[in-house]
Structure formats: structure tokens, C-alpha cells
């Protein structure tokens, strides 16, 4: 796949909600005409209530805002923000029914897990997190580790045109009076970076971002460093993984540590062996919940986004991501991956892997075997 980079982009990496909140915050009190906010959580905590709050002030000064949300995502967690929103007149939407998770209906597992936000064709933000505390984790560990990216220039365009299109879109599908559509956006150049928007949809771009990650990796050369929350990729992905050490490269995973989803957690670990025997170096995170998806090859190509590396985000969800083509932007983002892997994370020793005892095997072979079953029923599987 051939992705087309535009230019003269000003691109800031911001690690954490400490970063991201704020940033978007400011960028809601300068609005003066438009924002367009999507989110797969939008989450009734301090954190929700502040960005509500500037929302709400933008709606003040007679800016027309619109709030897209997921009902599974958000079930439960939006319901007094929303009746806040609702009254300061904002467009409010819900995408999907508010599903069960033990729903295996395919077409109702296609949820919005995108997080992107545009103010008024002026300033966008691309990344994996939600409207939601970085504090509210299990047990209150420290911070939750993630990503996004603050854009002004041309790329926005494309930011833009992907929130209109699904707004749109869901405003039809709920009988709802739908915003008047933007004029052709002509941003200025204000940066030097190149950059593309890839999405992941059940129509054009079915396998948009895992077919960028897949041309990437197969031309590294030196590096290819991948950080993500919930890995478990297909076939292919692993065969590109492992090819890429097999030629050389150095492929570096950085993944959960701690438990957040059981099932998950141990059936990703049956992947371990036959990529550590690849010469794949595999790191935990431990220091906190990771929620991270992004990568960075040859100290060139970058991506952040909200698409992790499973059968969810690769088959089955909505998904935005940025991709990168520039020096700078990269290296920051692997001095912060590497330091993160050093100050956060435990190396899994091959040899020490393959000396598991057998309780262990049983477990993960068994989490492994309930993840493909589970697949299975909602159409995932064959060579992916």
C-alpha cells in the first residue's frame, strides 16, 4: 500500500493525558467555529468534566460543537456528561448500540475506537487516548502509558474529512439533523514535517493500517521498535516480524506486563517462543497499564494512533492513525519508547521463557486456544 504523505505539517508528540489534556483544552477555548470531537470513552471523571467544561465554553461563544462517542465504549460512563452537553445545545451522537460483551454478533463487535479531534480546520489531534483519567486503572497504579499528536497544516484536511464523513453518516443512521458540511479546507504550511492519516473501516480500508505496518516493517533495514496494549497479531504480522530478525533488523516489542484482561494477557504469551527463537527482543511493561500504539522503523518512520495490534482493532473497529515520515518526530518518539522499555519494563529472556513450568504452559496454551475459538466465531482467522 502506497501511502500519500502530505508536507509542511507542525507535528508535537504528547505522552500521556498530563500532555494531551491540556493541549486539547487550549485548543477548545481558542476555538471560534467548529470542533469535532470522537472518542471511544468518554468517561464521567475530573478529567471528563474538564474537557465537558470547555466544550461547553466553546458552545458559549456560539461555537458548533460535535460529540461522537461509543455506546459500548461509554456505557455507563457518559450518561451525566451528556445530559451536561445536551443542555450547553452541543450535538451529541452515539455510535453502535450499547452491545454486551459477550455479544459475538460481528457486525455489533464494529465499534468506534478512534480518538481524533478537530478545531476549526485549524488544529488536529490523532492518538490512542480516551476522554477518561489516566489515574482510573485497576488498583490506582501510577499514570496510564499512551499517545497522541498535536497537528496544524495540511493533514488536517484529511482529519477533517474522516469526522464529517462518519458524523454524517451516524446522524443519517439516527434520523438526526445533520451538521452542514465543511468547504474544502486550504491549510497553510506552517512545519516541515510529511505525514498521512490511515484509517481502518469495514468498507475501503479494511486493512489500511495493518498493511502500512506490514510495508514498513518489510523495508527496515536497522530498527523496528513496536509498542502496543493489546498484541496478538495474525499470521502475517508474525511473519514479518520474525523475517525482518531473521534478516538483521533489530525487532523490539514492548507490551503489557500487568494483567488487564485475562484472556488476553496469557493467549498473547503463546506467541512469545517461536518469536524470541526469531531473535525477537520482547519487553513487559510493569511500571504502569500500557495503552500505547505506536511504532517507530529506522529512526524515520513513526505511527501513533488508536489501533492496537489484534483481531478488534485489525478487522473489526474503526481506527485512526498517524503515520510519520520524518527524522525528528521519530527519534523523539524512540528516545521516549527507549526509555520507557529501560525505566518501566522487564526483558523476557528466551532461555528463561522456554523453562516455564507446566502449570504455566497449560494456562497460556489454553488462553490461546479460547482466543482463536473466539475469533473463529466472529470471522477472524485464515492467513491474517
Not at 96 to 110: A, D, E, I
Request: net charge positive.
Amino acid at each position: 500500500m502506497t501511502l500519500e504523505f502530505l508536507g509542511g505539517n507542525k507535528l508535537q508528540l504528547l505522552t500521556n493525558g498530563s500532555a494531551y489534556f491540556p493541549a486539547l483544552e487550549r485548543a477548545f477555548d481558542a476555538a471560534r467555529s467548529e470542533i469535532y470531537l470522537e472518542t471511544y470513552i468518554f468517561n464521567d471523571d475530573d478529567t471528563g468534566r474538564r474537557i465537558a467544561a470547555a466544550l461547553v465554553r466553546a458552545a458559549g461563544r456560539g461555537v458548533n460543537v460535535h460529540v461522537l462517542v461509543d455506546g459500548f465504549g461509554s456505557k455507563g460512563l457518559f450518561e451525566q456528561t451528556r445530559r451536561l452537553l445536551f443542555a450547553a445545545n452541543i450535538e451529541v451522537l452515539i455510535f453502535g448500540p450499547k452491545t454486551s460483551p459477550l455479544t459475538l454478533r460481528r457486525k455489533r463487535l464494529r465499534r468506534l475506537h478512534r480518538k481524533l479531534a478537530v478545531v476549526d480546520a485549524r488544529v488536529a489531534f490523532v492518538g490512542g487516548i480516551n476522554i477518561i483519567d489516566d489515574m482510573y486503572t485497576p488498583r490506582h497504579t501510577p499514570p496510564r502509558y499512551d499517545y497522541a499528536v498535536r497537528i496544524e497544516g495540511p493533514l488536517i484536511a484529511s482529519v477533517l474529512e474522516q469526522t464529517e464523513r462518519l458524523w454524517h453518516r451516524v446522524a443519517w443512521a439516527s434520523l438526526r439533523r445533520s451538521a452542514q458540511r465543511h468547504a474544502p479546507v486550504t491549510a497553510g504550511a506552517p512545519g516541515h514535517q510529511r505525514a498521512a492519516l490511515v484509517v481502518r473501516d469495514n468498507l475501503r480500508h479494511r486493512s489500511d493500517i495493518e498493511d502500512a505496518y506490514l510495508d514498513a516493517i518489510a523495508g527496515a533495514r536497522k530498527e523496528v521498535i513496536i509498542a502496543n496494549a493489546y498484541f496478538f497479531p495474525g499470521a502475517r504480522f508474525r511473519h514479518a516480524l520474525r523475517t525482518a530478525a531473521g534478516r538483521g533488523v533489530r525487532v523490539a516489542l514492548l507490551l503489557q506486563g500487568r494483567v488487564e484482561y485475562v484472556l488476553l494477557h496469557y493467549a498473547t504469551r503463546a506467541l512469545y517462543g517461536s518469536l524470541l527463537d526469531s531473535g525477537v527482543e520482547i519487553y513487559e511493561y510493569h511500571k504502569s497499564f500500557l495503552h500505547a500504539k505506536v511504532a517507530v522503523i529506522d529512526q524515520r518512520w513513526a505511527t501513533v494512533g488508536s489501533s492496537n495490534i489484534d483481531p478488534f482493532s485489525l478487522m473489526l473497529a474503526r481506527e485512526a492513525n498517524i503515520v510519520v515520515d520524518d527524522a525528528h518526530f521519530s527519534r523523539e518518539l524512540r528516545r521516549s519508547l527507549n526509555d520507557h522499555m529501560q525505566n518501566g519494563a522487564k526483558v523476557v529472556a528466551k532461555s528463561m521463557w522456554h523453562r516455564q513450568p507446566l502449570w504455566r504452559r497449560v494456562l497460556i496454551w489454553s488462553a490461546y486456544g479460547c482466543a482463536r475459538l473466539l475469533m473463529g466465531l466472529i470471522g477472524y482467522g485464515g492467513k491474517r
